[in-house]
């Protein structure tokens, strides 16, 4: 595809985990709505799971196209085809993978140099710092992608500058964060920053100077739902940052609900049908998100709780979980036994199709922050049951400060679940949970309230409200920077 070379032209580079492209692919979609000319960063594999959205999209009009570059995985010890988080074999190789990200460096300048229209502004994630230097060699401005929530990016921040206080040592002694809008109590242990682990020091340190020398941060948020952490974030950074989101609203176009993200299997008419056929607001819908799995025995535990909870029910178990031991399960007796009002989807699943379905009266997840905001987008409130990274002070953002989620077990001290997390929640726990959400009394009433009015705010946000006013200021910014060829001094120093 060719573009004038007159239109401002955004690329974006996301990291390659479901729960970053996804949103980067939204945001694509807003710059483009907005008359810019975008190129997402890709890989073969990552292209063949967005085409049919791009497809779509550029037959709306919109000028997106993808800059597609090789994947190194020989070089890095993966093989062919890991080109994305979800499709990793196992956790030990993501350090082969961001070796292989930031082999990306020198093959994105060539492409981008090759190019008749040159870059107005990069905007790339958090996770992929060695844009900056992409950036500076083409003497462009640079915006920060960050997805998770800023309720998160300011308590880990505000945490990572007093960690060192001695009664923090134990990683699960809990603690009030210090600089917070609020009161906020938290442990180490599950507050901290992205690579704030062992071994990945180097990556954490370079992320974090990336984001300092940015010209500002974009996020996935709006200002109705975290308008102090935004302020505080902006304010600790000295850097503007615009939230722009929720992101997943951009996306109302046939098809894109279905298919997003990846190629489903699903019927989604089968679906649709199935929903349709539920009373309002009784089906919980329980999906875990891109990554997480879950070992067999966690796995038999939610489907028991499920049963017992006597509630229709849509569950996503993924490729990766169906262990012979599950798939005997499921065939011997519990899928004839619930089959009635349950649904299970092997693979992926259409889940904005599915959030905002009225039938859906609640959604058990795993707090990943693109799930989280899907469920405040459309009103729906939620069972959390967070698992690694930004997941645990996700939960506590809903089920604490916005009082819209039961958490499936309080205070679960644990730094990571993992596929071969074993006993760590029972059928009674799942089945009072949905009780609790899906009935609850006077406080489940409050409770969908809130949520619902969380909705309509988001939906206002992104219908002409301060989302919108947000994004106008963003592309603002970033087109003054780039017309006047005015870099930064933390730019020209180096
Ligand atoms: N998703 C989906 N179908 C699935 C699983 C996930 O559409 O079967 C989407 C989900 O709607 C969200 C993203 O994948 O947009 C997952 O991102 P999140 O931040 O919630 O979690 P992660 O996968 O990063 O842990």
């Known amino acids: 595809m060719s573009y004038g070379t007159r239109k401002p032209h955004f690329v974006l580079v996301p ?82 993978f961001f070796a292989g990200l930031n082999m990306l460096r020198e093959p994105l300048l060539v492409y981008l140099r090759q190019q008749c229209s040159k870059p107005s502004c990069i905007i790339s994630d958090a996770c992929c710092p060695w844009t900056s230097e992409v950036a500076r060699e083409l003497r462009v401005p640079r915006l920060v992608f960050h997805g998770p929530s800023c309720f998160f990016l300011l308590c880990t921040h505000n945490v990572s500058k007093h960690k060192s206080g001695g009664h923090l040592a134990d990683a699960f002694e809990p603690f009030l964060v210090p600089g917070f809008p609020h009161k906020l109590e938290v442990v180490r242990a599950q507050s901290l920053k992205f690579f704030d682990y062992p071994g990945w020091e180097k990556l954490r340190d370079e992320a974090a100077e990336a984001e300092a020398s940015a010209d500002g941060l974009v996020i996935n948020s709006f200002r109705e739902l975290e308008a102090a952490y935004i302020d505080s974030y902006q304010k600790a950074l000295e850097k503007k940052v615009w939230a722009i989101g929720p992101v997943c609203l951009s996306n109302n176009e046939t098809g894109d609900e279905v298919a997003r993200g990846n190629n489903t299997n699903v019927d989604e008419n089968q679906i649709r ?171 489940g009433e409050e409770r969908r309230k809130r949520a619902k009015e969380l909705g309509e705010k988001a939906k206002k946000a992104m219908e002409g409200g301060q989302s919108c006013e947000d994004l106008t200021l963003m592309i603002r910014h970033a087109l003054e920077l780039a017309e006047e060829g005015r870099l930064p001094v933390h730019r020209s120093s180096s």
């Open 273 to 443: 049908n199935w929903l349709d056929a539920k009373e309002t607001g009784s089906v919980i819908y329980v999906s875990f998100g891109s990554i997480a799995s879950h070992s067999s025995s966690h796995l038999i535990e939610i489907g028991l709780g499920l049963e017992a909870s006597k509630r229709p029910f849509i569950w996503v178990i993924k490729e990766k979980e169906m262990s012979p031991e599950v798939a005997s399960w499921l065939s011997e007796g519990f899928e004839e036994r619930t089959s009635w009002r349950g649904l299970i989807l092997k693979g992926w699943a259409p889940q904005m199709l599915i959030l905002s379905h009225p039938s859906v009266g609640g959604f058990m997840t795993h707090c990943g922050w693109n799930s989280t905001l899907e469920a405040v987008s459309v009103g729906v409130p939620m069972i959390t049951w967070p698992h690694f990274a930004d997941q645990f002070l996700n939960e506590k953002l809903v089920v604490e400060v916005l009082r819209i989620g039961v958490a499936l077990k309080i205070n679960m001290s644990i730094p990571r679940i993992t596929g071969d997390s074993e006993g760590l929640i029972t059928r009674e726990e799942v089945e009072k949970a949905v009780s609790e959400l899906l009935d609850g009394g006077a406080e």
């Open 15 to 96: 990291l390659f985990a479901q729960g970053h492209m996804i949103p980067m692919i939204d945001l694509a979609r807003l710059l483009a709505l907005r008359g810019m000319v975008v190129s997402v960063v890709t890989t073969p594999r990552n292209t063949a799971r967005f085409k049919a959205m791009i497809d779509r999209a550029n037959a709306a009009g919109l000028l997106i196209r993808f800059a597609e570059l090789r994947f190194p995985c020989a070089e890095v010890g993966l093989s062919e085809g890991c080109e994305n988080v979800d499709l990793l074999p196992s956790e030990e190789l993501a350090r082969n």
